[in-house]
């Protein structure tokens, strides 16, 4: 079995407004980037152009989380709209590779739509000056993914994306390390993300488990069994990217940053999870 993605590079979501959404995620201790315009081409071949969103990201040394918002959140960008008509929340998962064309081949090869190899790119602050971070992505199945734009992309500066100065927060997360997906079928999504992957999968009870070379795995679990993991918070239409788990060393200090902040994290095990209501759609898990 060919596997193509050694991480989840990062996972994206929209928000109604960034600054708002922002602010949060820095009362639950993390540092975000500065804002970064985003521009892109849809289809192979296409000139690059703004499109009027950007985004500031959570970082970590090898992926992250992206939020996406409006440069004006009076007047929505349409990408950024076309999200927030279903929902504010999980919209993107994408998996890292270095050969986004053999990806593009191989999904072709199993009857499975592609977007074909596309680039994007955005300006990024520098400690030398601005400068323009390029990418590679491949969309899947564009018309067959209401959970989300899922896709692989090929990072061609991570010398600008990866900045060590970003990397470390006030809250001691060290890594985005699980994007957990619900679902209204789960044999058909994990059918679905086998040949996506193109690696096994380890089913435990209700939970179906793709774990990564780098550390991070990619959960999906139904809907019926959804409150178990997630208590306290509530979903977006199913299917839907429902959460992100971040890597924390210490829950203790977690918890009482978050209940000074005003946060109501549940506590499930060694897990503390504030509920996708208070993060702008998706629920933020802490775990050891």
């Known amino acids: 079995m060919q596997v193509d993605f050694d991480h989840i590079n990062h996972v994206g ?31 192979p071949g296409d000139a690059v152009k703004p499109l009027a969103s950007g985004n500031r990201c959570i970082m970590f040394a090898d992926n992250y989380l992206e939020v996406l918002g409006s440069e004006n959140p009076k007047q929505q960008a349409p990408r950024i709209a076309n999200f927030l008509a279903r929902h504010q929340g999980a919209h993107i998962i994408c998996f890292n590779t270095e050969d986004p064309q053999t990806v593009d081949q191989r999904l072709r090869a199993d009857q499975i739509e592609t977007s074909g190899v596309i680039p994007l790119q955005r300006d990024i602050d520098t400690p030398d000056g601005v400068k323009t971070a390029k990418f590679e992505r491949v969309q899947f199945a564009p018309n067959d993914s209401p959970e989300g734009y899922i896709q692989a992309a090929r990072h061609l500066t991570p010398q600008y994306i990866y900045q060590p100065r970003y990397i470390a927060h006030p809250n001691g997360c060290t890594k985005l390390v699980d994007t957990i997906v619900i679902v209204d079928d789960l044999d058909r999504f994990c059918a679905r993300y086998g040949c996506y992957i193109g690696a096994p999968l380890t089913r435990e009870g209700p939970v179906a488990r793709f774990d990564f070379a780098h550390g991070s795995r990619l959960t999906l679990i139904h809907w019926r069994d959804a409150p178990a993991l997630l208590p306290g918070t509530l979903f977006a239409p199913v299917p839907s990217i429902a959460a992100v788990s971040f890597r924390a060393p210490d829950l203790r200090t977690v918890r009482e940053r978050l209940l000074a902040h005003g946060f109501t994290p549940a506590e499930v095990g060694e897990r503390l999870i504030v509920p996708a209501e208070q993060a702008s759609g998706v629920a933020i898990v802490f775990e050891v």
């Open 13 to 43: 979501m929209a928000v109604r407004d960034l600054a708002s959404a922002t602010a949060s995620f820095e009362a639950m201790g993390f540092q975000l980037t500065p804002y970064s315009p985003h521009s892109a081409a849809w289809k």
